[in-house]
Nanobody
Framework: VQLQASGGGLVQPGGSLNLSCAAS????????MNWYRQAPGKERELVAS???????DYANDVKGRFSISRDKHRKKLYLKMNSLKPEDTAVYYC?????????WGQGTQVTVSS
């Protein structure tokens, strides 16, 4: 599985961005999909998860602002980010896992600054 993340950029505080992650190759056995992020000087942290049932989970500091979703074929993963804050600045990574993996995308930079 190869993952390609996109959609990052520079946005002002309070703005929005939509991240995408495209999967190529067979995703048989893949059932959990996540977004992680890593800010400069910090460890990579889990931001959002979507499970086989479609249920979702979020880190406390993004609840109510971020929304994770996927397409029905599980080939595309999305992260809609609203009300962005400077502390959301990080490289965002998508991750697929299950019986196989985990597989990581290359990351996309999100910078929130005025």
């Amino acid at each position: 599985v190869q993952l390609q993340a996109s959609g990052g950029g520079l946005v002002q505080p309070g703005g929005s961005l939509n991240l995408s992650c495209a999967a190529s190759g067979s995703i048989s056995g893949i059932n959990v999909m996540n977004w992680y992020r890593q800010a400069p000087g910090k460890e990579r942290e889990l931001v959002a998860s979507i499970f086989p049932s479609g249920s979702t989970d979020y880190a406390n500091d993004v609840k109510g602002r971020f929304s994770i979703s996927r397409d029905k074929h599980r080939k595309k993963l999305y992260l809609k980010m609203n009300s962005l804050k400077p502390e959301d600045t990080a490289v965002y990574y998508c991750r697929y896992s299950g019986v196989r993996g985990p597989y990581w995308g290359q990351g996309t930079q999100v910078t929130v600054s005025s």
